[in-house]
Each structure stands twice: as structure tokens, then as C-alpha cells.
């Protein structure tokens, strides 16, 4: 027998020690018996990533799937090869795909990975008044599958970013693509009453010292504050809101459900039963 080395698998962001990505995609190809490993690719900086997506495509290049976190979600489009129908119509990317002519294909698997988890929680968005905090890759990915939605989608998603030109550039672009007209930016925070959910897709919240973006004591019982962070488990927007008496929910499910769907692309079929219950126990015992 000689020996195969595996096939690489990964996370690219900035940081990504937090990622509890190995952890279930280890535990699904060992599920699965194949021969992969998932590791994680710190990259700093932008020259890290240009350098990092140019050694990809290199023959030898052993790695063949990757996810992108923060702050790379926008930053990596210029490097893929193609992209699927999400992906294009959101600008972000989340999962690639890395055939053997080392031809880089990007998807997205947060947007349906968030409304899968939506599913879950038995939260229904048509109809709903939301507020979107944050407008990077993730943001776009949510925004997104919520309009394309429709008629069975939201009234109205709001959109508040420290950086606010970039609210702008999200509504645009979002718009070329998808027809709709409920999304708004958001310049303050001040009324939330008649708001059904609330949902961070920055990073505020990652650090402990991380303070708020806006004063808590405008969250009520009603309203659902949905976190994509998941590690820490509680950041203090949801230690508020459950204090505010709102529903809350972190990130966990959607990392589960866009995981899922990132290992069909790379396995070409979807995770039977047993291998997303083996993911699931792995995120839950991490
Ligand atoms: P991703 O593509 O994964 O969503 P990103 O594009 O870097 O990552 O987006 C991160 C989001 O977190 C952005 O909305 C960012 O705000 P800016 O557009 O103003 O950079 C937001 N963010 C990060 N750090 C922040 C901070 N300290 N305060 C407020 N917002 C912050």
C-alpha cells in the first residue's frame, strides 16, 4: 500500500482561531472515511490573501476546499474562477470549490444556512420588520436570501454599519441583481418597538471587552435577536436581549446548516443523516 496524503481542506479569515469549523468538518470525514483533513489558514492581511489564492492555483497545491470568514467574504471574489447564481447575486462568498485544473468556483452557504436555522426556530421572516447590523459579506448573504424571498419574504430590512458609504454600495448592488425595494440604511438606532428581529453580522461581540452598538434597553419580549457570532456562546448583545426579554439565538445553527451545504459541494452529495448528526454532536461538545 502506499501512503496518499490527504486532501486539504480550510478556513481563510482573520482571526479564525475561534472556528469551530475543524471541529465538524474533521469529525464528517472521518464520518464519511475519507482521506481529508480541515485546518485553519490564518491570512493578516490582503497581500496574505493574494499570495495564499495564488499558490492555489498551483498543480501541487493539495488544497481542493476552503471556507472564508471575516474580512474576506467581498475580498476574494477577484480570485475565483466562477461563481454560482447565490454567490453572484449577494457579492459574497463563503465556500470555494477547488477542482483538480486548480478552476476556483465560489458559493454562498451562509444565506441558506441562516434561513435553515430561521427554520428551526420556528421564526417565520414574511411579513417581518428587521434591523441588520453590519454591512459585510455576511450581511450581504443574509439580506440576500431574505429579499429573494419576495412576496413571502420581510416588509422591511434596515441596514446599520459603523461605515455607512458601504450601506450604500450593499443596497446598489444587492438591487442589480434581485428586484426589490425593502431594503433601507439605517442611520441611528433609536426605535425599536415595532422591530421583529435584530440580526449582528459584525464582528462586535467576538472580543470581551467589545461594547454595544446601540442601547440595549430598546429591546423588548416579541422581538428575536439572532447573533451570527457563536463563539462566545452568549456575546453581551444576547445577554442583553434575554434580559430585555427578547428570543434570542447565536450562530451555532447557522454554522451547522452552511456547513452542511459547504461539504455537499465538496463531497458532490449532501451529508446523509447519521454524518450531520455526528457534526452536530461535534459542534455541541466543543
Ligand atoms: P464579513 O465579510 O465576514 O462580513 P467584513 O466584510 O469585514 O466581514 O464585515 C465585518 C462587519 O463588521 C462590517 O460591517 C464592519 O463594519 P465596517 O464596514 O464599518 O468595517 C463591522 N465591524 C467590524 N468591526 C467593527 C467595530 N469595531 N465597530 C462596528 N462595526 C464593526
Avoid at 434580559?243 to 451545504?261: D, E, I, K, R, W
Wanted: aromatic share 6%; with cysteine.
Amino acid at each position: 500500500m502506499t501512503y496518499q496524503p490527504p486532501a486539504i481542506y480550510g478556513i481563510i479569515g482573520n482571526p479564525v482561531a475561534h472556528s469551530l469549523s475543524p471541529v465538524m468538518q474533521n469529525a464528517a470525514f472521518k464520518a464519511l472515511g475519507v482521506n481529508a483533513v480541515y485546518k485553519l489558514f490564518p491570512l493578516v492581511d490582503d497581500g496574505e490573501l493574494r499570495l495564499f489564492m495564488e499558490d492555489i492555483k498551483e498543480k501541487a497545491n493539495p488544497i481542493f476546499g476552503l471556507n472564508v470568514t471575516v474580512p474576506y467574504k467581498e475580498k476574494v471574489l477577484p480570485y475565483l474562477d466562477s461563481l454560482d447564481p447565490l454567490a453572484r447575486k449577494t457579492g459574497a462568498v463563503n465556500t470555494l470549490v477547488i477542482d483538480h485544473q486548480r478552476k476556483i468556483r465560489g458559493f454562498n452557504t451562509d444565506g441558506p444556512g441562516f434561513l435553515a436555522h430561521l427554520g428551526e426556530l420556528q421564526f417565520d421572516p414574511c411579513d417581518k420588520s428587521i434591523i441588520v447590523l453590519g454591512a459585510g459579506g455576511a450581511a450581504r448573504a443574509i439580506i440576500g436570501v431574505l429579499c429573494l424571498m419576495g412576496p413571502q419574504g420581510p416588509k422591511s430590512i434596515r441596514v446599520f454599519n459603523r461605515t455607512r458609504a458601504r450601506v450604500q454600495t450593499l443596497i446598489e448592488e444587492i438591487q442589480k441583481e434581485i428586484d426589490t425595494d425593502i431594503i433601507k440604511g439605517l442611520e441611528r438606532i433609536e426605535d425599536l418597538t415595532s422591530v421583529d428581529m435584530l440580526i449582528n453580522t459584525t464582528r462586535v461581540g467576538m472580543q470581551a471587552d467589545d461594547g454595544l452598538l446601540f442601547n440595549p434597553d430598546l429591546m423588548h419580549q416579541g422581538m428575536l435577536v439572532y447573533d451570527v457570532i457563536y463563539n462566545p456562546v452568549e456575546t453581551k448583545l444576547l445577554q442583553e436581549a434575554k434580559q430585555h426579554s427578547a428570543a434570542t439565538a447565536n450562530g451555532l445553527g447557522m454554522l451547522f446548516y452552511q456547513g452542511v451545504l459547504a461539504l455537499s459541494h465538496w463531497a458532490n452529495v449532501e451529508p446523509n443523516q447519521r454524518v450531520k448528526k455526528i457534526m452536530r454532536e461535534a459542534l455541541r461538545g466543543s
